[in-house]
């Protein structure tokens, strides 16, 4: 019974895959789809962007990892992409079945190549860059320890008869997790700007400038299951969302956290991550468990709707990825091109995406709807 339920499951994903590559070309302006090695559990793009001189592309950069069978070797990786530029030929209508790309440009394809390897004790958790200097590389081990990489120390290739050697070891955790954030205001550490969440259903958040006191400054009640992660607003430092276990998102102001600003509710799974837009203050992303990434516009709520509309989702939902037929593991918004992203699952896959311009527009398109 159970392998028939299975068998179900991986049917209804395949079909729900072949609708959306058959969509595809209507509800992007590029998807490029690239198989990686081995999976990666993170992943981040750099800030630097490159423009060759007569090119229609860019070159940005990834950081990626690995988790790899127990006798192969892990490592922190950074992908190499090239981006069409904006004013590029892109033939937009057409899907490469072979490849599983939309929107590829001229003759030209959309590479990702890895141009750095650095050995890694274990799979890499998360990997996260310092953002003062793009060169330092913060990583979380299955161990517990927090690894801390200067990239331009290491080759681009690893030396085969070295072992993963941080640039530091930081021992303050015991268990397996992840990197929440840094800082991006401030060059010098903040202790006092410390933020400590809680597994469990309650979101804590302390003020360690306060010594004498060791009582939460502020704690809120946010969702009825465990909250699985956080993302403060770049724009508004008492802005915050939660994302939990119960399938929902929670909007709150940290000046008033009796009731929290709006629920976000359309995933059918437990909430893995969140992240606001760099390009713009009301738009977030939110990952879960099953297999969607969905952009939200904050500018939206409240927006009237027809009956048909209503069926996909609130006014405030403005897109939702549906190119992977795993897990997402990760996913990060490209500082450099608005709206594109780049998200990566469990069964290896690493897709670049940006949506349609009519999409986020809402512009009128001759489109056919989703089947």
């Known amino acids: 019974m159970a392998d028939e339920t299975l068998i179900a499951q991986e049917k209804n994903i395949n079909e729900e895959y072949k609708i959306w590559k058959k969509n595809s070309p209507f509800l992007y302006d590029l998807v490029v789809t690239h198989a990686l090695m081995w999976p ?68 030209s394809e959309c590479k990702i190549n890895i141009v750095q390897k650095i050995k890694h004790d274990g799979e890499v958790n998360r990997a996260r860059y310092m953002p003062q200097n793009a060169n330092i590389i913060a990583t979380k081990t299955i161990m517990g320890p927090v690894y801390i990489f200067d990239r ?83 724009a508004n430092e008492n802005i915050l969302l939660t994302g939990s276990a119960d399938k929902t998102v929670a909007l709150w102001d940290l000046r008033n956290t009796k009731n929290k600003l709006h629920t976000f509710d359309s995933h059918q799974d437990e909430i893995l991550q969140l992240s606001w837009s760099p390009h713009n203050e009301t738009v977030f992303a939110s990952s879960s468990g099953d297999r969607r990434l969905n952009i939200w516009d904050l500018s939206r709520i409240g927006e009237e709707q027809t009956p048909e509309d209503a069926e996909d989702g609130p006014p405030e939902l403005l897109f939702v990825h549906g190119g992977h037929t795993n897990k997402i593991s990760d996913f990060s918004w490209n500082q450099n091109e608005p709206w594109v992203l780049c998200s990566v699952a469990e069964d290896n896959i690493c897709q670049v995406w940006q949506m349609a311009k009519h999409i986020y527009n809402n512009e009128e398109t001759d489109a056919p709807e989703l089947e």
């Open 40 to 107: 990666t559990l993170t992943v981040q793009w750099l800030p630097d962007i490159e423009k060759p001189e007569g090119k229609e592309y860019s070159i940005q950069r990834m950081i990626v990892g690995t988790h790899t069978s127990e006798d192969v070797q892990n490592h922190l990786q950074i992908v190499q992409v090239q981006l069409p530029s904006e004013d590029a030929n892109l033939n937009l209508k057409k899907f490469d079945d072979e490849k599983e790309e939309a929107g590829g440009f001229g003759a």
């Open 152 to 234: 331009t120390r290491h080759p681009s290739t690893p030396n085969n008869e070295l072992g993963c050697i941080p640039e530091l070891k930081l021992l303050g955790h015991q268990k397996e997790g992840d990197i929440k954030s840094a800082s991006q205001e401030k060059k010098e550490l903040q202790p006092f700007r410390v933020f400590r969440g809680h597994t469990a259903w309650v979101e804590v958040k302390w003020d360690t400038r306060n010594t004498s006191h060791t009582v939460p400054s502020h704690a809120i009640d946010a969702h009825k299951a465990e909250v699985n992660c956080v993302s403060f607003s770049p």
